[in-house]
């Protein structure tokens, strides 16, 4: 007997499950999109998610999977933001996940052993166990208290209350016995965590007192059905009064009444196999349940009317969630994470973890992001034709248009090459050969060999850990453009003195050079200083006609070359003085003199005084010369341990798309002799080696180098950028006029220097060190706030690709 109450006929099973499930990782072929003529399939499944919600500021979905993972997805994004490993082993699955109400920490069970984990959300930690559940419980439901501080678990055999703080077991119910063959494998706890319904293998439901610890009813509506993994869903859930409870029984949805049990309505539907998920809105207006069929149907709860179905799982939805704000429905099932328009049942996503923790984010015209070798599994198929993604890099690899349709809005001005366009002229293909780095020398030799496959070639970029570094052309506009940015136009004296914007008298033809065709074959070797330790050597090419880029082939390589001291070279240029005297500035020699003192201060608590080195420009010295030839010499001495910040205070225009910093020569004619490019920037930044670099233009319409910067530097490099970080400061964006008068400095330098003023405020993660992205946030929403209270719109852009370092250490 004793061994029957250790181990019952459901703990039977569900060792049989565990057995079951770890030796099914996968699902079959999982079908992702069909648009347009294309479809896509995964070859090989990412793994089974059992367990999804939603952050309850609603900006991440977690989802629990078979692998024992719990993947944070960033949704505004389409990024992956953290991957927690709850347990190492044989026992699979993540079944229930609850937040804290503050985000801060989650909950975690496991579907086998009685495991339930808490963990910090943001530092990734675990925090510690919470043992007592029985190695055979499978954890169906947890749930913190509303302040935080408490949490309660519950299993196939017992509910526990726990003390999150000390992690001290509180109490325990043993809601079940063998004999009374209510083993649940359902369970919710009410909004107050005052009570618990528990929903039995063989049908059976009760409620249950916690503080009590007794039952308050039990309900025998025994379907008779046991149906395949059922111990596996946990369909059922408390309405957010607390007066209702949703419950999936077998193919049935039905409403009851928590105070009795009694069923208050039953939502018909045609048939669609066994409920294993349901959620209720945050109103309590709307009800969602997920079904073996593979579809989500949402209802109204009121009348238990079917307002639609979502379709795109290709096999049993396992947990449904809506977020905070109603707008979107979370669902996971198969092998996938599902976003979807709660008001259309539009899919607008679907997320995807692999082996290695490679991942995937998809939109459903087959847009994605992903890690660097996310997309592998990827096939895609095209007028009756099977093609790798690979080959299709440069139209599906759009990380820019999966964060603007996750953020609502409309992609088709994004969308600037189809299939059709790289089937007619495709990318070449790039191969590398191995990389033997020499011992004592920091130079290594880097040979490539490009094949056309019907495109021709045409442009080459050339990348050292993430930083290009060789290409043989500047940016080509886009195929596609949207209306052209027009200059400001300055009317009156008070916006000549308090505003950097000029008006152009004559607008001369400036173009912008192209790369030469190079036939069907193209090799070239070139020569990279290497850092000491892992070295990436990534490539990429277009066509002869810059229209389609290849997939970017990557070769590593250690370098044992003595590692070095960094240093920190800072060029400042500040001009207020120029030839046409109609457009002087008051504070632009102020704030490229302001920064450079504050930033030879402040950075001296990162690097040693004595590597700090700077060079101030203004006014008659800051000639477009001058400032090429202080970057010429430059990249003579910086090496790519040191690093690099280069700040600008000045005009700036907008041309034809592409954004322009004025030099001291500056008549008030569009002349290139007195004009510094976005290419041209792009340049300088390739010029100097180093891997860690800030660029800041207090300047009208700099948000405009982001047209050119991002084309080379975009969301794709990212992923490959671990050792690099470019961070691109634009005052204003590329419509707006950067204010030169706010308390003696340009308004966006005056946020910056008050940002680098030990500012407590600006540490985001509490490191005591104010990074490139923390300052730039910082200047960023102080900038929007205080041009917002003086009547003066400008919102600087704040472009950060790749790594993050300190700026300077908190004193």
């Keep these: 007997m004793k061994i029957f109450n250790k181990i019952t006929l459901p703990g039977i099973l569900i060792i049989f499950a565990i057995l079951f499930l770890a030796s099914c990782t996968t699902t079959p072929k999982l079908n992702l999109i069909k648009s347009s003529g294309v479809s896509m399939e995964l070859t090989k499944p990412a793994s089974y998610v059992f367990s999804v919600l939603f952050s309850p500021d609603g900006k991440y979905a977690l989802s629990g999977s078979l692998d024992n993972n719990v993947t944070i997805w960033d949704i505004k994004t389409g990024n992956k933001s953290r991957t927690l490993n709850l347990l190492s082993g044989d026992v699979p ?36 166990s919470l043992p007592g559940h029985s190695f055979t419980e499978a954890m169906e439901a947890l749930a913190f208290s509303p302040d935080g501080k408490y949490a309660v678990t519950g299993g196939s055999y017992l509910i526990k ?67 395949r993994g059922g111990l596996f869903n946990t369909s059922v859930q408390f309405s957010p009064d607390g007066e209702y409870i949703l419950s999936g029984e077998g193919e049935k949805l039905k409403l009851r009444d928590a105070a009795s049990g009694q069923t208050i309505r039953t939502f018909v539907d045609e048939a669609s196999g066994r409920i294993d998920a349901v959620a209720f809105s945050s109103d309590g207006k709307y009800a969602l349940s997920g079904s073996m069929d593979g579809n989500i149907r949402l209802w109204d709860v009121q009348t238990g009317v079917k307002l639609k179905k979502f379709a795109g799982h290709s096999d049993e939805v396992s947990s449904v969630a809506f977020s905070p704000d109603g707008k979107y429905v979370l669902s996971g099932g198969d092998a996938s994470t599902r976003l979807w328009d ?12 692999f082996d290695e923790r490679e991942w995937l984010v998809i939109t459903s015209e087959g847009y994605y992001n992903s890690s660097e070798k996310g997309a592998q599994y990827l096939n895609v198929k095209f007028e009756g034709k099977d093609y ?3 080959q299709f890099y440069d139209v599906f690899y759009r990380p820019d248009i999966v964060a603007a349709k996750l953020r609502g809005e409309d992609i088709s001005g994004l969308i600037t090459i189809t299939m059709k ?11 590398i050969s191995p990389v033997t780095p020499s011992p004592t020398s920091p130079k290594a030799k880097v040979c490539y060999n490009i094949k056309s496959t019907g495109g021709g070639i045409g442009e080459i970029r050339l990348f050292h850990n993430g930083k290009l570094i060789e290409s043989d052309g500047y940016y080509k506009e886009a195929a596609k453009t949207s209306d052209k940015m027009q200059l400001a136009s300055l009317t009156s004296n008070k916006i000549y003195e308090d505003m950097r914007s000029v008006k152009i008298k004559g607008v001369g033809e400036i173009s912008p050079i192209t790369s030469k065709t190079k036939g069907e074959v193209f090799e070239d070797c070139k020569e990279v200083d290497a850092i000491h330790g892992e070295n990436e050597i990534s490539i990429t090419a277009f066509n002869k006609d810059n229209t389609v880029q290849g997939y970017m082939q990557t070769a590593k390589f250690n370098s044992t070359i003595k590692r070095e001291e960094p240093h920190l070279y800072i060029l400042s240029v500040g001009i207020d003085k120029y030839n046409d005297s109609t457009v002087t500035l008051k504070y632009a020699t102020k704030d490229a003199t302001d920064i450079e003192q504050k930033l030879l201060k402040q950075t001296a608590t990162v690097y040693k005084p004595q590597n700090i080195h700077y060079e101030l420009l203004t006014d008659d010295k800051a000639s477009k010369g001058s400032i090429i030839n202080k970057i ?25 798309s592409q954004y322009y910093m004025l030099t001291h020569e500056y008549n008030g004619t569009a002349n290139e002799n007195a004009m510094i490019s976005s290419n041209e920037i792009v340049e300088m930044s390739k010029k100097i080696k180093s891997l860690s670099q800030l660029f800041i233009f207090d300047t009208c319409h700099a948000g405009g180098v982001d047209y050119i910067v991002s084309g080379l530097y975009d969301a794709r490099m990212s992923v490959l950028a671990k050792k690099m970080g470019l961070h691109i400061y634009a005052s204003a964006n590329s419509k707006e006029a950067a204010m030169d008068g706010y308390q003696g400095n340009g308004l966006f330098t005056y946020t ?18 104010i990074s490139l992205v923390e300052l730039g946030e910082y200047s960023k929403q102080t900038t929007a706030e205080l041009s917002k209270k003086i009547g003066h719109q400008q919102t600087p852009l704040i472009i950060n690709f790749g790594k993050d370092n300190a700026v300077y250490n908190l004193r």
């Design 752 to 769: 910056l220097l008050d940002g680098l003023n030990n500012k407590k405020e600006a540490d985001k993660n509490n490191d005591k060190k």
């Design 632 to 656: 010429n010499e430059l990249s003579r001495v910086v090496k790519p341990n040191d690093g690099f910040i280069f700040f600008v205070a000045g005009h700036g225009v907008l041309l034809q």
């Design 421 to 431: 366009d790289a089937i007619k002229s495709p990318p070449p293909v790039v191969e």
């Design 342 to 353: 709660a008001s259309t049942g539009a899919e607008i996503a679907t997320m995807m973890q």
């Design 93 to 128: 699955g993540v079944s229930a996940l609850s937040m804290s109400h503050d985000g801060k920490y989650l909950l975690a069970g496991m579907k086998g052993g009685g495991w339930v984990k808490l963990w910090n959300v943001e530092t990734g930690k675990e925090i510690r």
């Design 388 to 390: 790798t993604v690979e």
């Design 161 to 227: 209350q726990w003390n999150v703080t000390t992690g001290k077991e509180l109490g325990t119910i043993e809601h079940a016995t063998f004999f009374e063959r209510n083993q649940p494998y359902a369970m919710a706890f009410s909004p107050d965590r005052r009570y618990a319904f528990a929903k039995g293998l063989a049908g059976f439901i009760s409620l249950w007192d916690i503080q009590a610890r007794k039952r308050l009813w039990i309900y025998g509506a025994n379907t008779g059905h046991y149906p």
